[in-house]
Every structure is written in C-alpha cells, then in structure tokens.
C-alpha cells in the first residue's frame, strides 16, 4: 500500500500562485509515477501533470500547460505541483495519485494509477 496526503491548498485570487505538495509512505516512492488530477463540482476528474519515475519525463494538460509545474523529490517522497498565473477556472479538488511503473501517455487516465490521496481544495477568486 501507499498512502497519499495532499496540502497547500487554499483561496487565492486570480493570477496568484499555490505549491502543491503531495506527500507519500508505505512503499518505495521512486517505483512510482506520480500524477495530479483534478474535479469541480459537477464535473469528471480531468488530468492536469504527469511525471514518471525519475522526474525526467513530465506531461501536462494543455489546459495548465506553461502555468503549472509538476516536480519530485526522490529522497523526501514528495511530489509537487506549481500553480502560477491561476484562473478561476482552475478551481477544484486536486488530487495526487502514483502507478507502479507508470510512463508515458497512459499517465492522463486516472483509470490507470493504483493509489490516491484524499485531495485538497483550491479555489481561485476572480
């Protein structure tokens, strides 16, 4: 098992910026690749950053694409997502999840990632 535990959420206004962290244990963290996703009420969970095991390799939504940044640390367990130039629309629950040996696209489907966290709110004021 993994377990997956989310902070640095919160309300912040338009254009401002948040710090993702996404904090693992149980398991060895670098066998993972880590994902973020994301849901608004009423809405489905939608991929936004992807990252495989070393950091090397990363993917993103074009949504967020030149606006947030997914990064990890190997040796602290924890993964990161920043959030710069944030919109009202980037409201929602964000979520971590990690796949055991998970690499390229496939990481945009939340159907294939086997551990998630409980998530964390954020909320953008325009």
């Known amino acids: 098992q993994v377990q997956l535990v989310e902070s640095g959420g919160g309300l912040v206004q338009a254009g401002g910026s948040l710090r993702l962290s996404c904090a693992a244990s149980?398991?060895?963290?670098?066998?993972?690749?880590m994902g973020w996703f994301r849901q608004a009420p009423g809405k489905e969970r939608e991929f936004v950053a992807a990252i495989n095991w070393s950091g090397g390799s990363t993917y993103y939504a074009d949504s967020v694409k030149g606006r947030f940044a997914i990064s990890r640390d190997n040796a602290k367990n924890t993964a990161y997502l920043q959030m710069n130039s944030l919109k009202p629309e980037d409201t929602a629950a964000y979520y971590c999840?990690?796949?055991?040996?998970?690499?390229?696209?496939?990481?945009?489907?939340?159907?294939?990632?086997?551990?998630w966290g409980q998530g964390t709110q954020v909320t953008v004021s325009s």
């Open positions: 149980g398991r060895t963290f670098s066998n993972y690749a």
């Open positions: 999840a990690a796949r055991l040996a998970g690499y390229g696209l496939g990481l945009t489907f939340p159907s294939r990632y086997d551990y």
